[in-house]
């Protein structure tokens, strides 16, 4: 079992669509992020989960909505999303909430907005 | 000022030569270092981390660290056409729990 999966892998939506990404991690990692990268445009930090509770949002819109049930799913809701949306979105784990500990990345879900 | 800055190339070697990448940060306080390879159309694959000043050597990847000049690099051995690929730095932010900073990347393209 590889240790990040995500679904799907490739999603095309329409901007009044509502749909979810999904992460599943099988390292025993207690913290998962989501990542946003654009074209020519370094990763961009969304959201941070640390045992199931959110530490971090890099201010980002409403119209994502994050959810971590347990310290292995991970899922961001998408509805109402503009076309600049448009990126690949990774998730990626690690140990625990200690800054500097490594992050394994999922393959990532690349998101279409028309 | 970006807070992790790279080259973004192309960085173009040839086969068997050392391919020399570089990263600079911003913040003093970060303490832990990562280089990732990303392949076209792929995630990233973490290859390297480093949390002391100096040298670390896995296989033909030697990261270098200089906290003083706040300058971390990543040096390939023997460069193959397969390591042909983008390489991100990142830097943890002290102040944010896990948080990690990206540079964009450097393309590397090693040629036969």
């Known amino acids: 079992e590889t240790g990040v999966t995500q679904t799907p892998r490739h999603l095309v939506m329409g901007m009044t669509n509502k749909k979810s990404l999904k992460c599943e991690q099988h390292l025993g990692h207690n913290a998962m992020y989501w990542y946003k990268q654009s074209a020519k445009k370094p990763l961009e930090l969304m959201f941070v989960y640390n045992f199931k509770e959110q530490t971090e949002n890099n201010s980002v819109p409403s119209r994502f909505s994050p959810e971590c049930p347990n310290s292995s799913h991970l899922f961001l809701h998408l509805h109402t999303l503009q076309p600049e949306d448009s990126a690949l979105y990774l998730c990626?784990?690690?140990?625990?909430?200690?800054?500097?500990?490594?992050?394994?990345f999922g393959p990532g879900t690349r998101l279409t907005v028309t | 000022q970006k807070e992790v800055e790279q080259n973004s190339g192309p960085l173009s070697v040839p086969e068997g030569a050392i391919a020399s990448l570089n990263c600079t940060y911003s913040d003093r306080g970060s303490q832990s270092f990562f280089w990732y390879r990303q392949y076209s159309g792929k995630s990233p694959e973490l290859i390297m981390s480093i949390y002391s000043n100096g040298d670390k050597e896995d296989g033909r990847f030697t990261a270098q660290l200089n906290k003083a000049s706040q300058y971390v690099s990543l040096l390939i051995r023997d460069s193959q056409p397969s390591d042909s690929a983008t390489y991100l730095c990142a830097v943890n932010n002290p102040g944010g729990y896990n948080k990690l900073i990206f540079g964009a990347g450097t393309r590397l393209a090693v040629h036969p």
């Open positions: 990626a784990s690690s140990q625990d909430w200690r800054g500097g500990i490594e992050q394994y």
